[in-house]
């Protein structure tokens, strides 16, 4: 019997239990109900700034491993994204929130946010394109996931202050050239080229990503920092 499972469609499947529980956690459900803690927000925000910054030193990883010009053009295009669009999740919720951005970018690296920002850096510097792309794709794949899940239970109403968080998500892929795509499709046409056991690896990544993403959101909700170390920022 063929396999018609496409790589990509492995990944979802193997990842969907962690997702559910992601949009299970208070954070998200916060978000989904219009209401959350000032600490919570500020502290996600500065961590996020932090992560979004390890994102596209990430790309630019990733471009290092391309093997056309349509490659290194999606991932040109997607630092554009994350440097000029990105910021108005942000912005709701700075907004929400009542503190200016610019307040909280230069905040340093809880422990997950440096755990996740080395898991990528990791699989840049070691891996080939196929195993980046797998460390980066939960980062898309939950929270477009997180939005349309959102408007599909009719949470983006026009009462709810997280409104524009959850538009910009849901609505992710076509303002920015469909990134979740492309990167599925750059899974599934580098997946051919590996035997099983590096494909198991590059799960493995993806699978951390997945659970990284989980600690993400908890960690913000509990404000969890360092308990011993006193960290400087990093960009
Ligand atoms: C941690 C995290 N993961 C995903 C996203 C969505 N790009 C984000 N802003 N931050």
Known sequence: MTDTVSFSQRLVKAGTPIF???LKHPFVQGIANGDLPKEA???????????LNAFIKVYAGAIQKCENRKQMSFFAQQIGFVLNSEIHPHHNFCDV????????QHEAQAPFTYLYNEHMYNA???GDLIDVVAAMTPCPWTYIE????LVRQGKNS???VFKPWI?????????????LPSMFAMLDAEAPKYQEEHLARTEEIFLKSCELEWEFWDQAWNQRGW???????TL
């Open 146 to 149: 997180i939005g349309n899940e």
């Open 158 to 160: 026009e009462s709810n």
């Open 41 to 51: 927000l500020t502290f996600y925000v500065g961590q996020d700034f932090n992560y």
């Open 20 to 22: 559910n529980e992601i």
């Open 97 to 104: 929130a009542g503190v200016e951005y610019e307040s909280l």
């Open 227 to 233: 308990r011993f170390v006193e960290p400087k920022n």
């Open 167 to 179: 538009d910009f998500y849901a609505n992710f892929d076509d303002e920015d050239g469909s990134v």
């Open 124 to 126: 840049a510097r070691t």
